[in-house]
Antibody, heavy 123, light 107 residues
Framework: QLQLQESGPGLVKPSETLSLTCNVS??????????WGWIRQPPGKGLEWIGSIFYRGSTYYNPSLKSRVTISVDTSKSQFSLNLKSVTAADTAVYFC???????????????WGQGTLVTVSS | SYDLTQPPSVSVSPGQTASINCSGD??????ASWYQQRPGQSPILVIY???KRPSGIPERFSGSNSGNTATLTISGTQPIDEADYYC??????????FGGGTKLTVL
C-alpha cells in the first residue's frame, strides 16, 4: 500500500534554509486523485498546515508562511519537497508529509501521513 | 485566517460516550475532518467529510457538523482511545486550518 517517508537534515542553523523531501512509494504521485501536503508540529503543540501541491505543480500555502515556503514536486522520482528559508528557533518542529484527498476536485482531509521527522533549528 | 476552537481537554469514563466540539464561523458550510494522534505517533484520520469513517476506523467513532460546531463522538470509549484529537477544515480558497487539539483522557 501507499507509504510516505520524510527525509532531510535533523539540524538546521538559524537564518538558513530547511529542506525536506517526502518519498511516495507503493503508488503513484501522479494519479491526479490527491494533493500532497506538509504539516508541522512544534514540540508539545498542535498541528500547523504549511502547504499543499498537486502533481502538475499548483500549490497552496499557509499565508503566515507563504513568504518563506516553496513546495515542489518531482514526479519522475515520486517525491515532493519542502523548502523553508530564513528559519528561526520557532521553526523547530516535527514535519509531516501527507496525502490530501480530493472531493469534487478540491483538496480536503489528509488520509495518509508519513511518520514525521524532527527538525531542530539551532546554532 | 480562520479560527477553529477546541476545548483543551475532555475526560470520560471507560464505556461512556465522549464528545469533542470544534467551533468556527459557519463551520457547518465546510467539510470537517478529525484526526487522532497518540503520543509519539503520526495523526490518523478518523472522520472525514463531517461524518464519514475511513476504512479500519471503529464504528464507535462518529461525527456531525452543523451551524458553527462540528462534533466528534466516541461511543463506548475504550482506554485505547486516549489521545489528542484535532479538527480540521478548509476554506473556499483551499487553505487548511487545524483546531488547537483536545486531549482525551479515559479514566
Amino acid at each position: 500500500q501507499l507509504q510516505l517517508q520524510e527525509s532531510g537534515p535533523g539540524l538546521v542553523k538559524p537564518s538558513e534554509t530547511l529542506s525536506l523531501t517526502c518519498n511516495v512509494s507503493g503508488g503513484s504521485i501522479s494519479s491526479g486523485s490527491h494533493y500532497w501536503g506538509w504539516i508541522r508540529q512544534p514540540p508539545g503543540k498542535g498541528l500547523e498546515w504549511i502547504g499543499s501541491i498537486f502533481y502538475r505543480g499548483s500549490t497552496y500555502y499557509n499565508p503566515s508562511l507563504k513568504s518563506r515556503v516553496t513546495i515542489s514536486v518531482d514526479t519522475s522520482k515520486s517525491q515532493f519537497s519542502l523548502n523553508l528559508k530564513s528559519v528561526t528557533a520557532a521553526d523547530t518542529a516535527v514535519y509531516f508529509c501527507a496525502r490530501q484527498d480530493l472531493v469534487v476536485s478540491t483538496p480536503t482531509s489528509f488520509g495518509l501521513w508519513g511518520q514525521g521527522t524532527l527538525v531542530t533549528v539551532s546554532s | 485566517s480562520y479560527d477553529l476552537t477546541q476545548p483543551p481537554s475532555v475526560s470520560v469514563s471507560p464505556g461512556q460516550t465522549a464528545s469533542i466540539n470544534c467551533s468556527g464561523d459557519k463551520l457547518g458550510y465546510k467539510f470537517a475532518s478529525w484526526y487522532q494522534q497518540r503520543p509519539g505517533q503520526s495523526p490518523i484520520l478518523v472522520i472525514y467529510q463531517d461524518s464519514k469513517r475511513p476504512s479500519g476506523i471503529p464504528e464507535r467513532f462518529s461525527g456531525s457538523n452543523s451551524g458553527n460546531t462540528a462534533t466528534l463522538t466516541i461511543s463506548g470509549t475504550q482506554p485505547i482511545d486516549e489521545a489528542d484529537y484535532y479538527c480540521q477544515a478548509r476554506d473556499s480558497g483551499f487553505l487548511v486550518f487545524f483546531g488547537g487539539g483536545t486531549k482525551l483522557t479515559v479514566l
